[in-house]
């Protein structure tokens, strides 16, 4: 159930990019909690431009085990974000980014976790 909500939400992200003719994408993600072992999971965002060179950054990733081996249940999390982000040109069709923003993480086990506030930060070419 949660993953078809995943789908329906990055789905109306990126009709919402449409509209505001901004962009989405996909990307990979690296994620390490200080309780389990780190894990690469793919993503979707949605970029809608406030002002010139300054987005809002919506997120969702998927991360399938990141309990560590051998230590308890599987942990599926999925990561709701938004953030800032600033973009800046290089050179003609090349930009660099970087932000920084706030997430929600929904967390799925056969033992009994609690969803999480938290943080993240990103960046890229």
Excluded: H
């Excluded at 994408?25 to 949605?46: I, K, N, T």
């Excluded at 919506?58 to 990141?66: C, G, I, T």
């Amino acid at each position: 159930m949660k993953r078809w909500v995943v789908v329906l939400i990055c789905g109306l992200w990126s009709v919402s990019a449409g509209w505001a003719d901004n962009g989405w994408g996909l990307f990979g993600s690296y994620w390490m909690p200080q309780d389990g072992d780190s894990e690469f999971g793919p993503g979707m965002r949605v970029a809608i431009e406030i002002i010139p060179g300054m987005q809002l950054d919506l997120r969702a990733s998927y991360f399938n085990n990141v309990m560590e081996k051998n230590k308890g249940p599987d942990l599926t999390v999925v990561p709701l974000e938004a953030g800032l982000g600033m973009i800046a040109p290089v050179v003609e069709r090349l930009r660099v980014y970087g932000g920084l923003g706030a997430g929600y993480y929904l967390m799925d086990s056969a033992a009994d976790v609690n969803n999480k506030l938290g943080y993240f930060a990103n960046g890229g070419v």
